[in-house]
């Protein structure tokens, strides 16, 4: 049972649109979200969070938006630049418990 | 800050042989780190949890007496692959976290290879 799902694989998106990653979850008791980003062969790296008494978290180009009642968040990234291409993972944890990872979302931004 | 290591970044051996990952908090004491394991295209599966001082908890299907977690120190932790077989190849990422932060903090992963 996948308590976090990303359902789009992959995304284009022109350099200098808005690139918008979607995430949705259906554990209840997770109060904590998180986006990483992640190159190949490299480690996720910490992009932005949100807690569930929020709902919604900017910082510079990066902005989530959460949802609660529809179990719902999204990774707004404006303008979005060629460096952006990655994968993108959503994450989502309650507590002390160990974060819990959609399967990803391929973003190629295209110049 | 917050800055995590893991060596070594890649390894090749052979089926039947032990390997040793580390994974160190270079600037931050960890008090919990977790191992992950990434097959191509898919997600981070969370393999085990690991608390200074205290025996790992691990999923479940992952085999405890195969895939070996110490965690011995505030700053350091080893995932040692026992008897390894082609399909334990596969990209090993450790993350740590400080006691009450929600944040884990990523290392750079170990691309293990067994022929």
């Known amino acids: 049972d996948q308590q976090v799902k990303q359902n789009s694989p992959s995304l284009s998106v022109q350099e200098g649109r808005i690139s918008i990653l979607n995430c949705d979850y259906t554990n209840s008791m997770f109060d904590y979200f998180l986006w990483y980003k992640k190159y190949p062969a490299e480690g996720p790296t910490f992009l932005i969070s949100?807690?569930?008494?929020?709902d919604k978290n900017e910082d510079g180009r990066f902005t989530v938006f959460l949802n609660k009642s529809a179990k719902h968040l999204s990774l707004h990234i404006v303008p979005s630049q060629p460096g952006d291409s990655a994968v993108y993972f959503c994450?989502?944890?309650?507590?002390?418990?160990?974060?819990?990872f959609g399967k990803g979302t391929r973003l190629s931004v295209i110049a | 800050g917050a800055v995590v290591s893991q060596h070594p970044s890649w390894v090749i051996c052979k089926s039947g042989t032990s390997v040793k990952i580390e994974c160190r908090s270079l600037d931050f004491q960890a008090t919990t780190m977790f191992w992950y394991r990434q097959f191509p295209k898919q997600s981070l599966m969370l393999m085990a949890t690991s608390n200074e001082g205290s025996k790992a908890t691990y999923e479940q299907g992952v085999e405890k007496d195969k895939f070996l977690i110490n965690h011995a120190s505030l700053t350091l932790s080893t995932l040692t692959v026992t008897s390894a077989h082609p399909e334990d190849s596969s990209f090993y990422i450790c993350?740590?976290?400080?006691?009450?932060?929600?944040?884990?903090?990523f290392g750079p992963g170990t691309r293990l290879t067994v022929t």
């Open positions: 949100i807690s569930s008494i929020k």
């Open positions: 993350s740590a976290r400080t006691g009450g932060d929600y944040e884990q903090y």
């Open positions: 994450a989502a944890n309650s507590g002390n418990t160990p974060l819990v």
